[in-house]
């Protein structure tokens, strides 16, 4: 499956981005799909994964409560929208698919990554 991530920019402390990854192929429902985040310097961090039906999500600490994950299997698509974002948020934003379980996205091994978006937020 190929990933292209759209919908980075530069937001203002507070405000909100609705980020998209649009997956190729015809087996986009049969994927756990996730967002992930890196920061010049540092290690690639898991936020949010998804299940296949969109009925399971789990948020790292770091988003809880401000992103929401979600994915349309018609439209091969899975967003991620993030609210009162903060500086600390600035990154370039990944999304990738697996069919492993949770621990494959928490542990960053996803078979499957689109190219990135950078989000900046400014303060």
């Known amino acids: 499956v190929q990933l292209q991530a759209f919908g980075g920019g530069l937001v203002q402390a507070g405000g909100s981005l609705r980020l998209a990854c649009v997956a190729s192929?015809?087996?986009?429902?049969?994927?756990?799909m996730g967002w992930f985040r890196q920061a010049p310097g540092r290690e690639r961090e898991f936020l949010a994964p998804i299940g296949r039906s969109g009925g399971s999500t789990y948020y790292a600490d770091s988003v809880k409560g401000r992103f929401t994950i979600s994915r349309d299997n018609a439209e091969n698509t899975v967003y991620l929208e993030m609210n009162s974002l903060k500086p600390e948020d600035t990154a370039v934003y990944y999304c990738?698919?697996?069919?492993?379980?949770?621990?494959?996205?928490?542990?960053?091994?996803?078979?499957?990554w689109g190219q990135g978006t950078q989000v900046t937020v400014s303060s």
């Open positions: 990738a698919a697996d069919t492993g379980g949770w621990i494959t996205f928490a542990t960053v091994k996803c078979d499957y």
């Open positions: 192929g015809r087996t986009f429902s049969t994927y756990n």
